[in-house]
């Protein structure tokens, strides 16, 4: 008998939302892997093979879908960090993001025990399912706050609340870190849109801050998939425009408390631990 998500997972293949949407991915993952290349050669070899195979093998592909770019990485080994999937158990929405965030590892060449998943809403046959499926489940809230620790991590963060990106880049305010991540999650420039700048640069001061200092590319709109991927963006961090920000840019890292923050839109780690 096939399983909802096994479904989720085949619609999802076959869609031109799919082709699309990875065909994004792997245009930032091009231009974002080319510049973790150490000018003194140290990275140069282990991305010197980096190339796209477009001709992934009959199990990667459902009948009649269209060939797909596979992004290959060569010796460099990225990693992936899951926050806000949601009750995927009960959720068609967040069953679509987790067939979607398993295609992305597979896609990437991102091995599955490279891929750490959280949300607080998991249920306990939920967190087994995901070990089921070769991820590693986190045990506590880091509301957003991981350090990337010098190593390429995707983030995929889908219809998070706008707090989990800010904490996410203050943990990581360097041009050395930023430029070592990319984000898949809701349109920096939408919530710049959306926002009031006073709101945007006294509650998300990361967020307004890099606006200058990051490349997006948007995910492709169909009606099929709109309430899933909505509003929903690629972001990377070239070095050329994280050092052309001010140098004051970098001089405040104060740790995000949003206190007068009306509408957080995020679970907080009741421990109070960072």
């Known amino acids: 008998m096939t399983t909802p998500f096994f479904l989720n997972r085949e619609d999802l293949l076959i869609s031109d939302f799919w082709n699309s949407a990875l065909e994004t991915i792997i245009k930032c993952l091009r231009k974002y892997l080319k510049q973790l290349k150490a000018p003194a050669g140290t990275l140069s070899e282990a991305l010197g093979n980096l190339y796209l195979d477009s001709s992934p093998g009959e199990s990667d592909v ?14 460099c080994h990225l990693k992936c960090v899951c926050y806000g999937l949601g009750n995927f158990a009960t959720c068609v929405i967040a069953r679509n993001q987790l067939a979607f965030l398993l ?11 490279h ?22 489940v986190l045990s506590e809230n880091e509301e957003g706050k991981r350090s990337v620790r010098g190593e390429p991590t995707v983030f995929y963060m889908p219809h998070c609340g706008t707090a989990l990106y800010n904490n996410l880049l203050w943990r990581n305010w360097s041009a050395d870190a930023l430029s070592k991540m990319v984000v898949i999650g809701n349109s920096f420039r939408g919530l710049e849109e959306r926002l009031l700048t006073r709101i945007l640069q006294k509650h998300y001061p990361y967020i307004a ?16 998939y709109m309430d899933i991927f909505n509003d929903t963006a690629v972001h990377w961090f070239p070095v050329q425009k994280l050092v052309q920000l001010p140098t004051d840019t970098w001089a405040s890292r104060e ?20």
Do not use: H, M
Not at 62 to 75: H, I, K, N, R
Not at 115 to 136: H, K, M, R
Not at 264 to 274: F, V
């Open 115 to 136: 891929c750490w998943v959280y949300d607080p809403l998991f249920s306990q046959l939920e967190i087994a399912v995901l070990n089921t499926l070769g991820v590693t």
């Open 209 to 224: 801050k890099v606006l200058k200092g990051l490349e997006e590319l948007e995910f492709p709109q169909t009606s099929q």
């Open 62 to 75: 459902a009948a009649g879908s269209p060939q797909e770019e596979t992004l290959v990485t060569g010796s």
């Open 255 to 274: 740790e995000p408390d949003y206190q007068d923050c009306e509408d957080l839109e995020i679970i907080r780690n009741k421990t109070g631990g960072p």
């Open 103 to 113: 295609l992305l590892l597979e896609k990437c060449q991102i091995p599955r025990s």
